[in-house]
């Protein structure tokens, strides 16, 4: 076997110390305990306001069509709560899954 030209070892060399630190940058950082609260809080938050709004919006559209005001805005209202509550629910059991 040749043996290997001293510029081809430095190179080598360089290329595994680069590699070492390319490693160490792209670990994944701790987010910190306020960073966390508030992406979790505005998470939670959205979750439960798009499901009412949604609710809403189809209660209200669901109401102009077969026109029976107020009524499917309230039961489609419960159900955008519902719907909320159980994505929050899961969002949390997913959240408490990564922790353990």
Same mark, same amino acid.
């Given at each position: 076997?040749?043996?290997k #030209?001293d510029?081809i ?7 595994a ?10 670990? #994944?950082? /701790?987010e910190?305990?306020?960073?966390f609260?508030?992406t ?7 979750e439960l306001l798009?499901?009412?709004?949604v609710g809403a919006g189809?209660g209200?559209?669901?109401d102009?069509?077969f026109?029976?005001a #107020?009524?499917?805005?309230?039961v489609?209202?419960?159900?955008g709560?519902?719907a ?6 899961r969002?949390?059991? /997913?959240?408490e899954?990564k922790?353990?």
């Open positions: 076997m040749k043996k #030209p510029d070892k430095q190179i080598e060399t360089r290329i110390n680069l590699q070492k630190k390319e490693q160490q940058v792209r670990k #994944p950082k /701790s910190s305990e306020v960073v609260a508030t979790t809080g505005f998470r939670v938050g959205t798009s499901g009412v709004v189809l209200y559209v669901a102009m069509y026109k029976t #107020p009524w499917c805005l309230i489609f209202l419960f159900l709560f519902a909320g509550f159980l994505n929050v629910y969002f949390v059991k /997913s959240e899954n922790k353990e």
